[in-house]
Each structure stands twice: as C-alpha cells, then as structure tokens.
C-alpha cells in the first residue's frame, strides 16, 4: 500500500531518483571532521525550530520586548528549554562553522573544483555573525543594549563612511525603538532567507562536486 | 564465505542502521515536538481563579428593573496589566434576592443593552433580544444571558467572576 503510493508519487515527480544523489552518492572513506557541515546544518535547523516559536511571543519593541522574554522564561511552560535551546544554539552554531571551516582550509579542500563553495562559506560564516550580532539585542536589557551600543560604534571607526554607517545600522544616531525593529526584521527575515539560499547553494555543490578524500601524507 | 551469506549481512547492516536513523530522528522529533506542542498552548490551558469583584450599594438597583454596574478591573495577559471594564445587570424583585447577568450576548459575543421602552435587554450585533430574567425573547442567541455568583456584604454588592 505504501510501497504503492511511493510509486505512484515517484512515477510522476521522480523523487527517488533526488534521494539517491543526496543519500546513496558515493563518498571517499572519511573521518569524523567531516561531519562538522552536518552539525552546523543540525545546529542551523534548531535555530529556526526555536526561533520560530520564540516569535510567537516576543514583541520587539522597547516597552515590551524585555517583559516578553521574562514572560517566555518564567510564565510558560519550556520557555526556558526554548528560549536556552536558542541562546546556546546561537553559540555551538559559531563554534561548528568555524570548525568547519578550519576542516576544509586545512584538508585543503576549498581547491579546484571546490572554490564556489568556499566563497558560499565565507558568506554563510559572515551570515551567522550577523544572527549572533543582531540576536543579542533583542531581548533589550541593560547588556544586549550596551553591547550594541559598543557593535555599532565599531562601524563607526570605519574611516569616512563610519558616521554614515553607523547611523545605518542604528537607524539614527541614537539606539532607539527603530534600532530594535530593524535588528529584528533583518533577525527574522534578512538573515534567515539568505542563510537558506546559501545553504542550498553550499550543499548543491557538495553534491554535485563530491566530498574531498582524506589528503595523504605526502600532498 | 558465499555470496548469498555475504548479502544477507549487508541487509541485516542496512536494515540496522535504517533503524537506529528513524528512531534517534525519531526521538529528535519528540524532544522538539512535546515542548513545542506544550509551549504554545501554555497560555490557552491556564485556568482563570474565581475573585469576588465589588460592584456598589445594593441600594441602587430598582426593584423589578435591570441595573447596570460598571466597574473597570485589573488582569493580567501575557506580560501586559491592563484595565478592563466590566460591567453586569442586577435584578432583584423582592430586594432580597439579586439575579447579576453578564452583558455579553450568548450569541456571539457583543454586548447587549437594556432598552426601557421595550422591557427587555437588545443585542444591536444579530437583533438577539432577551427578557428582564435574561431569557431569550428572540434572535439568533442559544441560551439565556450567562449569571454570575453574587453575594451582598454589608449592603455591598459583589459577583464572581469565572
Ligand atoms: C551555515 C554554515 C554552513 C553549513 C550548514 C555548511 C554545510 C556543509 C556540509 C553539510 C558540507 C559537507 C561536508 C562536510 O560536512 O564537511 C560542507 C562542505 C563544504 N563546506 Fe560548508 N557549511 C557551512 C559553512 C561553511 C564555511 C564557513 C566554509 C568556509 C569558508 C565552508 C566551506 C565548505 C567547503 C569548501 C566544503 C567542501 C568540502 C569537501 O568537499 O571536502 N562551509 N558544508
Ligand atoms: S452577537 Fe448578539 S445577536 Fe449575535
């Protein structure tokens, strides 16, 4: 009955034939580095999971935000796992990539044919700093706030944009309502769809290319 | 070893692993799900403690005339307090005994008024129309208008609120 419907679906989208190039490719014998793109992809669907159910609560303005988040910990029931599972998600997500990273730099596998995928890497690391760095504003109390203050001065160094850019990110001069808005819309919706994008990008070449064998010795 | 053997321990590996991915993915699914599921309907499952609410003198309500109460109250949604206002008719006819009924049509939900003229309570949203008891004279409403618990301390009139 089932097997039939897996027919059936299969003879019209031809989906097998997708399982197989993502889960029956051929892959080089291994070691256990190899599977720091897969925790950071575990990390990165965690993320989204828990961000999405803390949306359901958190208001992202000055007078509510940091009520609503002390409401999402204290008041509901695993507010605390969600929201802790977020928190420290957020922290594994930068160490794996990182890792990730440091695999694939020193196995040397960011070379011919591999240099796109490197380059949708560096993005998608650029873009999990970016979740981090706007994240840490959001539940608005006295750190995420002078962290954020300290975040964007920085931008204001940058020599003769860095006023301009600094007012970009804060929308104003000052740390305000709009400040707060605009690191959760770009939280929620920039980041997310870029990071989506890129994944699949990344992984469409994993596939395509083939994963990198264990360097010898000698190369 | 014959290749048949060698086939039958492939399948049985396979098989294996097939089983340990479902149910580890299996349990990550339970411990994101359960939470999830818990998480969401906190607040809808929370249950509301019954509080006496004071309204006023007693002495106020006519005999044999619907009055209205008004009050404003505190509660507590999420992490907001606000002010509602609440407001229930009192019905005595013997100035004993007190019949307090909520002002929310049991139709859907808007509130109703008493209209002197006609002698009966009119919800304005479905032409719901109720007698002075709260029973239903006409219109769409299903059952007579809900009543509180009342009591009467020193000529002080409370309800309780559900
Ligand atoms: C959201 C972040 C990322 C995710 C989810 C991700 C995911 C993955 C996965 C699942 C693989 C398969 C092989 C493996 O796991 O090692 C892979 C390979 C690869 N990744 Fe990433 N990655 C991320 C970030 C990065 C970064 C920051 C870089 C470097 C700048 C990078 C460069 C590469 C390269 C060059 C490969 C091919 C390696 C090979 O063929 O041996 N990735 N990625
Ligand atoms: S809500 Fe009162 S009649 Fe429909």
């Not at chain 1, 929201?83 to 960011?110: C, D, E, P, T």
């Not at chain 1, 804060?170 to 305000?176: D, T």
């Amino acid at each position: 009955m089932l097997a039939n419907l897996g027919d059936w679906l299969n003879d019209r989208f031809g989906w097998r034939g997708i399982w197989e190039a993502i889960f029956l490719r051929k892959v080089p014998h291994v070691n256990w580095f190899y599977t720091l793109g897969s925790a950071s992809l575990f990390v990165a669907i965690n993320q989204a999971i828990t961000g999405i159910l803390l949306t359901l609560y958190y208001v992202p303005t000055p007078d509510h935000a940091y009520d609503s988040v002390v409401y999402i910990t204290t008041q509901l029931p695993f507010g605390w796992l969600i929201r802790g599972l977020h928190h420290w998600g957020a922290s594994a997500m930068v160490v794996l990539v990182v890792l990730h990273l440091l695999r694939v730099f020193f196995y040397g596998a960011y070379k011919f044919p591999r240099e796109a995928t490197w380059m949708t890497g560096v993005i998608l690391l650029i873009v999990v700093i970016g979740f981090g760095f706007t994240g840490y504003l959001l539940p608005w109390d006295q750190r995420a706030y002078w962290a954020t203050t300290v975040g964007t001065r920085i931008a204001g160094v940058a020599p003769y944009v860095g006023d301009f850019l600094l007012k970009i990110a804060r929308g104003g001069p000052e740390l305000s309502a709009v400040t707060l808005a605009r690191f959760f819309g770009t939280h929620i919706w920039v980041l997310p769809t870029t990071l989506a994008l890129l994944v699949v990008i990344h992984l469409y070449l994993v596939i395509r290319v083939g994963i990198s064998a264990v360097p010898a010795k000698d190369e | 070893m014959s290749e048949s053997d060698k086939e039958g321990k492939e399948v049985g590996r396979r098989n294996f692993m097939k089983m340990t991915i479902v149910g580890i993915g299996g349990l990550i699914t339970a411990a994101f799900g359960i939470p999830a599921v818990a998480y969401v309907m906190g607040p809808a499952l929370k249950q509301s403690v019954g509080e006496w609410i004071q309204l006023g003198s007693v002495t106020k309500v006519e005999t044999g005339i619907p009055t209205l109460f008004k009050t404003v109250i505190q509660t507590q949604t999420g992490w907001i307090t606000t002010d509602e206002e609440f407001s229930v008719y009192v019905l005595t006819e013997d100035g004993q005994n007190y019949v307090a009924m909520s002002n929310v049509c049991t139709h859907l939900g808007c509130r109703v008024r008493w209209v002197a003229d006609q002698n009966g309570f009119f919800c304005p949203c479905h032409n719901g129309a109720f007698a002075k008891d709260g029973t239903v004279t006409g219109g769409p409403p299903p059952r007579p208008l809900d009543r509180f618990e009342s009591k009467v301390e020193n000529d002080i009139l409370f309800v309780k609120r559900g």
